[in-house]
């Protein structure tokens, strides 16, 4: 069964400095990768995905990812942060049988806090 | 409507209740997932329709969790004699394919907040 790690709970980034949110998966195939941001009491909004192809991937808002079989990674990062990125930031991994229309697993999510 | 919309937005129950969870998915998606999101911990998959078939159910915790789709829009998770267990937000997603490259992602709702007391 596959599975995901974001190893930091919480990371505090001033704003203007560059973020890079870990996330590590375990999985037997070629994966299919997603980071979602949640704010507080809202849903959870797509940043980007991977299906395969270029490893590094855009996403919105400013964001990319790139994916690192040989580590089994797909870090998130952005070059410089905003004080409206302070989030809640999820990693998730789909089995990759219907191109990720299909139920992810996620990862437990890391608190972004930006300072002034 | 523009988004996906769940109500309520918050339920509290008393342990032993029954619960009735609303999602409305966008207009002619054709897929919808539910997850259960417990405080400081990611979505965790419960159950996922293609129309009105609920062609996957294998993260319902237990039997007292229910979920329907009867004309594939609409959908309803019922909770039957509610537990403290069962506090957590109750999210849903759609999405409008069934699959393929094109696949954009889900969108998901606002969730429902349920605590059990």
């Known amino acids: 069964a596959q599975s995901v790690t974001q190893p930091d709970i919480h990371i505090t980034v001033s704003e203007g400095a560059s973020l890079e949110l870990r996330c590590n998966y375990s999985y037997g195939a070629t994966p299919y990768l997603f980071w979602y941001v949640q704010s507080p009491g809202q849903g959870l909004q797509l940043l980007l995905k991977?299906?395969?192809?270029?490893?590094l991937v855009q996403g919105i808002k400013g964001f990319e990812a790139e994916f690192k079989r040989s580590q089994s990674s797909f870090n998130l990062r952005k070059p410089s942060v905003h004080w409206s990125d302070a989030a809640e930031y999820f990693c998730a991994v789909g089995a990759g049988s219907n191109f990720g229309n299909e139920k992810l697993t996620f990862g437990t999510g890391t608190r972004l806090t930006i300072i002034p | 409507g523009a988004g996906v919309s769940q109500s309520p937005r918050y339920k509290v129950a008393k342990r032993g209740q029954d619960v009735a969870l609303r999602c409305d998915p966008i207009?002619?998606?054709?897929?919808l997932f539910w997850y259960q999101q417990a405080l400081g911990q990611g979505p965790e998959f419960l159950t996922y329709?293609?129309?009105?078939?609920?062609?996957?159910k294998s993260g319902l915790p237990s039997d007292r969790f229910f979920a329907e789709r009867p004309e594939g829009s609409v959908s309803t998770l019922k909770i039957q004699r509610t537990q403290q267990e069962d506090s957590a937000v109750y999210l849903c997603?759609?999405?409008?394919?069934?699959?393929?490259?094109?696949?954009?992602?889900?969108?998901f709702g606002s969730g429902t907040r349920l605590t059990v007391v």
């Open positions: 329709f293609q129309n009105e078939a609920q062609l996957d």
């Open positions: 997603a759609s999405s409008f394919n069934t699959g393929g490259t094109s696949f954009k992602g889900y969108t």
């Open positions: 207009s002619g998606h054709v897929s």
């Open positions: 991977y299906f395969s192809g270029d490893t």
